[in-house]
């Protein structure tokens, strides 16, 4: 499995990825032979996210399905733009979602609870009625992505424990400072809107890997 973060409020190595596009927003794209690929969130406008998906070689045509964590412009900003380029998509959605009817989608799905939607792959639901997490199961354990942890990072990992021991949380943590809950992950990944990564950083050297627009994490998958 791969997840390449397309959109972030950095860039990775930008002296490397010089053409890509930072922005206050998140967004992701989850690539594996095992279940379709799965766009995470949209970012807060179509200019970043089609800019940064043009320049990392992303074939708009080849993304599935679009899992949007929650309705807040810098996870959603440029849904309308990639819709307009790939109509041949599933939509995830949390279960209060506002109305969609205009939204040209292939399907559109609205998650309340725990559900597998791909084989290995599940959203947690709706929690605290604002925001689902995607998580998938992979042979060193579950992977979690989020968009900004707004029921807090605990609650999401025991809905997340549910489906097994879980390996790597990557996305925005918000606010999250209950640090110790981290450390028995292999893999962390703060973005977007954690506001302690400096701390996360220093208490999990091992552990942490940096994000930033450009950044690929690889990961064996069940």
């Given at each position: 499995?791969?997840?390449?973060?397309?959109?972030?409020?950095?860039?990775?190595?930008?002296?490397?990825?010089?053409?890509?596009?930072?922005?206050?927003?998140?967004?992701?794209?989850?690539?594996?032979?095992?279940?379709?690929?799965?766009?995470?969130?949209?970012?807060?406008?179509?200019?970043?996210?089609?800019?940064?998906?043009?320049?990392?070689?992303?074939?708009?045509?080849?993304?599935?399905?679009?899992?949007?964590?929650?309705?807040?412009?810098?996870?959603?900003?440029?849904?309308?733009?990639?819709?307009?380029?790939?109509?041949?998509?599933?939509?995830?959605?949390?279960?209060?979602?506002?109305?969609?009817?205009?939204?040209?989608?292939?399907?559109?799905?609205?998650i309340h609870g725990l559900q597998e939607i791909y084989e290995n792959v599940y959203s947690t639901g709706e929690l605290s009625d604002i925001e689902q997490s995607l998580i998938v199961k992979t042979n060193k354990g579950v992977v979690v992505i989020v968009g900004c942890s707004h029921p807090g990072v605990e609650k999401i990992l025991n809905t997340v424990s549910q489906v097994g021991k879980i390996y790597a949380l990557i996305g925005g943590l918000h606010g999250f400072n209950k640090f110790e809950i981290l450390k028995d992950l292999e893999l962390i990944c703060a973005t977007h809107c954690t506001q302690h990564i400096t701390e996360i950083q220093d208490l999990y050297p091992e552990k942490f890997v940096s994000g930033g627009a450009g950044r690929v994490i690889e990961i064996l998958t069940a």
């Open positions: 499995m791969k997840i390449r973060i397309i959109t972030d409020n950095t860039v990775y190595k930008p002296e490397v990825n010089s053409k890509l596009k930072k922005e206050w927003g998140f967004s992701s794209l989850i690539e594996s032979e095992d279940f379709p690929s799965i766009l995470f969130d949209t970012g807060a406008s179509g200019e970043v996210l089609l800019n940064n998906i043009k320049v990392l070689g992303i074939d708009v045509q080849r993304i599935d399905c679009i899992f949007i964590s929650h309705n807040h412009f810098d996870h959603t900003g440029g849904l309308e733009s990639f819709l307009e380029q790939n109509k041949n998509v599933r939509l995830y959605v949390p279960g209060s979602y506002p109305s969609i009817s205009e939204i040209k989608a292939k399907e559109i799905i609205r």
